[in-house]
């Protein structure tokens, strides 16, 4: 029984539930059409999860940080110093169009 293409944390629930029974690698395998290593991997890479957690080192955030909220006071100063940014550039503008 071949299962095709799929990502082995759809059946991560499973997967744990068949070990708790203490069904070894390859009955585990077998039940997913998967081989016994690709088993062993999920399984090493769970516990190396675990024993991190157990340490205290939280788990590597994966993919772009997320951008920094500002504070009400940290908008406010960005706004005041863009409009006189703004400002600078409006006047000099006029400056050089001579309207002013």
Known sequence: MNRGYGHIKALETQLRELRKAGKSRQEIADAFGMNKIQIK?????????????????????RGRPRKHERTSEEAYKFEIKRLKMENALLRDFLQLAGRR
């Not at 890479?45 to 590597?60: D, S, T």
């Open 41 to 61: 991997n999920w399984i090493n890479r769970e516990n190396r999860a675990k024993a991190k957690l157990e340490a205290g080192i939280p788990p590597r955030q």
